[in-house]
């Protein structure tokens, strides 16, 4: 009873569109109300508990890093050195703007960051260009999701934090799933390019220009080189690393580039807390929402059925796939996660699977959920840079979204993929 007035509720007043954390929130007190074994203080308790802990202090500071990254004219630059490598080939900008999104990704940790970052820039010169608009916005929204599985990433430090597992891991795990989508987003924007006849820049190669980009470019191109350098040469932790990250994009934007002033500063800072405060409140009743199922022994039901439907981990992982895909579509990442990886979490685990495996499957399937409408953030975002509608940047879609499911599905039963670097170089 109580288990199923906690989703119930959670639904309904989701249908009612209250903020999705609001409404975990509302759904706990309404069935610890229901069950009477816990007081209705709990919630408030977990609130505070759940968010007094040194690894989520990572996620402001990514946050504002972000932020502070693309104000700073960090993207501008990436977009430029990038652009002199891979500008003159057929669907040059489509490409330059996957490896932008990859670079960015390594900075933001964000998905939505990341497309209003990049997509401000490159959307005028592609449609300049004479790339449509439906491919252009869809590229741009399917190029940004890539921001939560390269590392930084503020779902694998919610993942880490919600089951234990090593976010220095999950770091490592990232690389080899993010780079994959790139080249098949890379890939696939190449064979379209030639399709239409799409061709890259008409100038020259120039080693001097290059040169001049590069060395223009340098403070955001080793900024990730201190980040994880720092992570994984024992010089500083995870959530360390988020302070050195925003404290080196403040130094950068506003005394080497000098183009973050009091005004863009600011405005950083107020987007930087916006966001954090809604995921902060997502997070903290989330928690009480996972602490009542662990009461209530759902972790351990859920487990011992999927026992039962099979043994084949083959299916299991695709029964999961299958789960995150039609969440994806209607709940944002943080909350997907918070709700969904301690149920899911001790099944894989029953069935051998890695924790840091397990976790990068659950990010790319909740990171194609940045592009799966109703929810599909990455889509608003996209078409609002584009100054366009959702339908527009939807025509586009299909074959970007076919290309994430071929990947997912490598991600998923080749584990070497995720687990090469961690084994090799795992803390």
Not at 242 to 260: D, P
Not at 334 to 346: G, R, W
């Amino acid at each position: 009873m109580v288990v199923a007035t906690l989703f119930l509720s959670m639904t309904l007043f989701i249908i009612l569109s209250v903020p999705v954390g609001i409404a975990i929130g509302m759904a706990s007190v309404v069935a610890i109300l229901v069950g009477q074994t816990l007081s209705p203080g709990f919630v408030a308790q977990t609130l505070v508990t759940s968010t007094d802990s040194f690894p989520i202090m990572a996620i402001p500071l990514f946050i504002l890093a972000g932020e502070l990254m693309g104000a700073g004219g960090v993207s501008r630059r990436i977009l430029e050195a990038a652009n002199c490598f891979f500008g003159r080939m057929t669907g040059g900008l489509a490409i330059v703007t996957v490896v932008v999104c990859m670079f960015f990704a390594a900075v933001s940790g964000s998905g939505p960051a990341t497309v209003a970052a990049v997509g401000g820039m490159v959307v005028p010169t592609m449609l300049k260009a004479g790339y449509t608009k439906s491919f252009t916005l869809a590229l741009i929204a399917t190029a940004g999701s890539i921001g939560v599985i390269i590392p930084p990433s503020i779902p694998m430090v919610i993942f880490g934090v919600s089951t234990s597992t090593s976010i220095s891991d999950m770091f490592l795990g990232g690389f080899g799933p993010g780079m994959l989508i790139g080249f098949a987003l890379i890939s696939w924007c190449y064979i379209y390019s030639k399709r239409r006849g799409w061709r890259g820049l008409d100038e020259p190669f120039s080693w001097r220009h290059t040169g001049h980009s590069l060395w223009d470019a340098k403070w955001a191109l080793i900024n990730p080189i201190i980040i994880l350098g720092g992570i994984y040469g024992g010089v500083f932790t995870p959530t360390e690393a988020a302070a050195v990250a925003a404290s080196y994009a403040f130094f950068i934007g506003a005394f080497v580039h000098r183009e973050l002033n009091l005004r863009t500063l600011f405005r950083s800072i107020g987007t930087a807390c916006s966001t954090t405060g809604t995921t902060m409140v997502i997070l903290g009743c989330a928690s009480a929402f996972t602490r009542i199922l662990t009461i209530e022994q759902v972790p351990v039901q859920v487990s011992e059925m999927m026992i039962q439907l099979t043994e084949n981990p083959i299916l299991l992982l695709m029964m999961i796939n299958m789960l995150l895909l039609m969440v994806g579509c209607v709940m944002d990442t943080t909350p997907a996660i918070l709700v969904l990886a301690p149920i899911l979490f001790p099944v894989a685990m029953s069935f051998g699977i890695e924790p840091v495996h397990f976790g990068l499957i659950m990010v790319v399937n909740l990171a194609i959920g940045f592009i799966t409408p109703p929810l599909g953030i990455n889509l608003f975002v996209a078409a609002r840079v584009g100054d366009s509608t959702l339908g527009v940047v939807a025509r586009g879609l299909v074959p970007f979204l076919i290309t994430m499911l071929v990947c997912l599905l490598l991600i998923t039963y080749v584990p070497d993929l995720t687990m090469f670097m961690v084994n090799t170089f795992g803390l």
